[in-house]
């Protein structure tokens, strides 16, 4: 008996799948058109440069742009290990605790943007991190001067 | 039990039937798993297995369809072991999900009153196979989506006879919350009522059954209409954007459904049940998702 309840397990484990309908396919089309076509480069208002943490690999640039639509952050020439839930928060520290959620990471390698919700006072978050919410485990960090 | 008679069955199913009709597009039913727990001995056998195939109907144009399996041994005369576990299949705006759910595992214990009448006491766990933060394309899903409600739960229950009633009375309390669910209502990429759920923590539930068994003269046909009150003994809560826990207001309070439970015995070792259920009294605000206006299932059973 216990022979197949383990390969009952076993067998549903690795059919275990996920597909996304038509409906969230245009939507995630239409909220992340191809970088290529978005407005012209901004100035960066602020701008930090990623670190990782300890078993981390990490690279690129975190800058604050203004766009029309509103304050933006932009993660440049970027590219993170992988993670199973990671988040960009901005933080009023280098570590999660008092911070703003921005989302999911939309990708652990390329440029990418996150909204900042309208009327957050930027200055009360001088951290942008990458954190890992599911296993509460902090990827990387940047001060934004 | 009670033997029926065709009239009573007549009644009982038009009953149910405008129940179902006036309430099928409320919502509520929300069993976070210890409905679906025999708290009765099933079948005399020793061993008995039972597969059961449920279609539930969920928020926001959702529908499930769950699979679970149950193995149950007769350790002793008072004694016996259940375990159950869980497969779920949910469709909806979202895409699709199929994954594990949960695993159940309970010992039921009978005793006899001074009375003669048997009481049956319960207890168990519920252990989860996720955390509940199932992604479709790196998209947070809410809650309906999830296959388990990711929380480590203990079950505690007892079935007795009062009159010609058969009543059930269960808790199930949460005791290690690892949900870990990440959806947020206003990151959602598909418009929608879908509260935000965030690193939900989830309160306790506890179940009264009012049922009125009734058989035929040959105790091949069973008939179980009942009443299933559930009561969520607390807001839930969530973590917003800014890292802060929030109760959902309107998350605690009272379901109530209407059930209807049919069995055919086949023969000694095997037997069939349909359940029918829909809720008519529902909480404002369910954010675990699991919220059912319409489930329907059928089981099959075979003991040894």
Redesign the interface.
């Known amino acids: ?1 216990k022979i197949y ?1 383990w390969f ?2 076993v067998a ?2 690795l ?7 038509g ?3 245009t ?2 089309q239409n ?1 992340n058109p191809p970088v290529t076509a978005r407005l012209p480069v901004q100035p960066a208002l602020k701008r930090g440069v990623l670190y990782p943490t300890a078993g981390i690999q990490v690279m690129g640039v975190v800058k604050i742009i203004q766009q029309p639509s509103g304050l933006q952050v932009q993660l440049d020439s970027f590219s993170v290990s992988a993670g199973p ?1 990671l ?1 960009v928060y901005l933080s009023q520290a280098a570590t ?11 990708s652990n390698t390329g440029t990418q943007y996150y909204t900042i ?1 309208a009327g957050t006072n930027l200055s009360a978050y001088p951290f942008v991190l990458i954190h890992c ?2 296993y509460n485990h902090l990827f990387s960090y940047a001060s934004l001067q | 039990m009670q033997v029926f008679n065709k009239k009573q069955i007549i009644i009982l199913s038009l009953l149910f039937v405008i129940v179902a009709n006036n309430q099928l597009f409320a919502q509520g039913c929300s069993d976070a798993g210890f409905c679906t727990i025999p708290l009765r001995p099933a079948a005399a056998s020793k061993n008995n297995i039972q597969t059961e195939l449920a279609y539930l109907r969920g928020e926001e144009n959702t529908s499930l369809a769950t699979l679970s399996v149950s193995y149950s041994r007769q350790i002793s005369k008072k004694l016996q072991w259940d375990n159950k576990i869980v497969l779920a299949y949910v469709n909806g705006n979202y895409g699709t999900v199929f994954n594990l759910g949960d695993i159940y595992s309970t010992l039921r214990y009978g005793i006899k009153t001074s009375s003669g009448k048997m009481v049956h006491l319960l207890g168990g766990v519920k252990l989860p196979f996720n955390q509940s933060n199932l992604k479709i394309r790196n998209v947070s899903l809410p809650m309906v989506y999830q296959t388990s409600l990711g929380t480590y739960d203990l079950i505690l229950g007892a079935a007795f006879d009062a009159g010609k009633l058969d009543m059930n009375v269960a808790v199930q309390l949460p005791v290690v919350q690892q949900n870990r669910n990440s959806f947020i209502m206003e990151q959602a990429p598909l418009p929608g009522t879908f509260p935000t759920t965030n690193l939900f923590r989830r309160k306790a539930d506890v179940l009264w059954r009012v049922g009125y068994p009734l058989k035929s003269k040959t105790a091949k046909w069973s008939f179980n209409p009942n009443l299933l009150a559930i009561y969520h003994l607390g807001e839930d809560s969530y973590e917003n954007i800014f890292g802060k826990r929030e109760n959902i207001k309107g998350s605690s309070g009272l379901t109530l459904n209407a059930n209807l439970q049919i069995g055919y015995r086949l023969n000694q070792q095997q037997s069939l049940q349909l359940s029918l259920a829909t809720p008519f009294v529902v909480r404002d605000t369910r954010p675990d998702g699991l919220t059912r206006s319409f489930v329907a299932s059928v089981s099959y059973q075979f003991g040894w």
């Open positions: 008996m309840i009952f397990c549903i484990g059919t275990a799948c996920t597909k996304e309908s409906a969230l396919k939507a995630l909220n839930d988040k999660p605790g008092n911070h703003l959620n921005l989302g999911n990471l939309q919700p919410q599911q």
